[in-house]
């Protein structure tokens, strides 16, 4: 059976997929996910998943965030009002930009 | 772990739900994450009639999409609440309908007119924007992690208000005007969101001293004032004469707090508010309207894990 | 494959032709318009935080096409406030199923209808996907885009809805009520333009085409999930099959007035003459 390993770096991380590893049981699948994928990058704590129990949409199933202009939901949309009085609203805008970026370059030859 | 060691260990993201934390410890986070959840689903109670009488086009998406991540707001939070093992979420969502849930003291006020939607939009949502931002250092880490997304999410949220405001006061002069009423009408609340002073706030020392809350509510506060009374200043708006906001030679303010309404405050608190009562009222009814929605998921949810794992192996 | 010519761009129409391309747009517009407008009565009242989240998904989605279809009229010289805000409510050509009120907590209902309307609106834009009208072609593709999901969203409801007692009673209430208001849908206009409409190359497939399509699809599936579909058994549809008013002449009930009312309360109450946008225009994207 193959199990799916989430690696957190460090305590009050997130855990991100880094791998999986075949496995009998949860037990045996933790012992293997900790020497192939705890050995050497730092590593807090492996989550395994069993791989038959993980129910996946992707990009080819949908278009993430739609088809058509959504562009209201963004803070970079009100270009009438400025985010830098308060760092948090900022901080915030930047993130959005960033994220409508990689998101345009996901979906770039797509449905963009 | 006993309360002492999580008072030693307490530090931004430090404890997650395979640590064993004290029930102490857990009563208080439950207490103030379940506020917070409940807080998100009772202000999108507020905002809804809004979507329907947006006037523009854009602006109804607009306000359907703040609405909509208002309770996934409400989502992430109650799932960071329920990871603390006193609640399940249907408890939490059944206190709110019955009346036991406490939320913010906004959104026990009814909001009528669309002028008044940039005192939760714009004020509101950015004072608790404020707070957000600093509890992505709480130590409860599923918090922390659900601030991360709210916070993400949020700038849009007070662009939008303050988008809106920006309209309104560069508008009419009777839009200009009844802006101005409505600014008037909120402002002493707006500025109640914070609480009272620290000595008169009775869950303060203990959450900040385990690490799920980093600043005080005096604190908060003047960092809103800050930035915000410019702000409003900015669209001419006139700070009401009371309360008395001083400001103190190091440039933040001072709150004269025997000027604001405690009683309703704390009338407020207790969900006893006339307003309390029609709000939580709605919720009550709402929700009891979906309940067979509810069971028939159970149901099918019940069926189909009875079949599930056979099709597994 | 069209052997009709290809229309030219919206400025050089002849009379007719653009009479014909207005009214195909608005019956667009004013489904998604409507249909979004009722369905956002749901944000904070769905069953379930995740199922609010995904309904309120699906309205904005369905507004945002009623705004591209809006805005091709607008090459006609027409502004947001005269499609809308301050438009005679007697002119909105939208089908009486996307006017009528929920009952509070009848959560069938939008799922019903949002089951009827869609598998319906896919067909539709279907039958656009070659129009002769050179402005509507990237945009039905976008706007299909997002069909699979409302599709995907009401047929699983559905299913599971239906899989219980009291559900299943519920849904076959709810399609007793809505199935008449579903059948005009494929109701014309007018049926002079209609035929005009069709003769142009506007759209590739006639209503009654489009409208025995769609039952050949949501008749099998309702009845798989054991519903009963009421329709005479030849799958003919008679003026008797449908309801008193059918929305697409421009008569409409009772519920659209108030609708029309409240949505544009704040518009008039603050002495508006225009709408605000915050978007870009869909052709400078």
Known sequence: ?112 | MDIETVKERAAPRAFSPKDDMPEEYRKAATRMIQFHANSEIMGAYLERPFIRQAPSLDRKLAFSAKVQDEIGHGQLLYRAAESLGIKTREEMLEELATGDGKFLNCFHYPMEEWVETPMIGFFVDGAAMRRQATLKRSSWEPYAHAMDKVCFEEGFHVKHGEDILRELATGSRAERERLQEAFETWWPRIIQFFGPTDDKSTHHDFASEVGLKQLSNDELRNAFLNAYIPKAEKYGLEIPEEPRIRKRDDGTYRVVEDDLDWDEFFTVAKNDYEGSHVQIGKRHDTQEAVEWVRTVLDEHEQTSMGTAPAAAD | MSVIDHLSGPEDLAPDEREAVETLLYRLADDEFVLAERYTEWQVRSPTLESDLALSNIAQDELGHARLWYDLLEDFGHEEADLLWERDPETFTHSTLVELPFESGDWADPIVRSYLYDEAEHLRLQALEDSSYPRLEDRVGKVQGEERYHREHATNWLERLASTEEGHERVQTTLDRLFPHALTLFQPVDPEIEARIDEYGIRTQSLDALGQQWLETVVPFLESLGLAVPIAEDGAVTADDLPETIGRDANHTEDWFDLYEEFTYTYHDLGRDSAERIMSDPDDQ
């Open chain 1, 1 to 112: 059976m193959i199990w799916e390993v989430f690696r957190q770096e460090k305590p009050g991380g997130y855990h991100t997929h880094c791998g999986n590893v075949h496995a009998p049981d949860a037990e045996m699948a933790k012992l293997f996910a900790e020497v192939q994928h705890g050995r050497r990058k730092p590593t807090n704590s492996l989550w395994v998943v069993p791989q038959p129990e993980i129910a996946e949409v992707d990009a080819e199933d949908t278009t993430f965030g739609g088809t058509t202009d959504k562009s209201y939901r963004w803070a970079m949309t009100y270009t009438g009002v400025d985010a830098s009085f308060a760092e948090e609203v900022a901080e915030s805008q930047r993130e959005q930009e960033t994220a409508d970026r990689e998101r345009e370059e996901v979906t770039a030859g797509g449905n963009s």
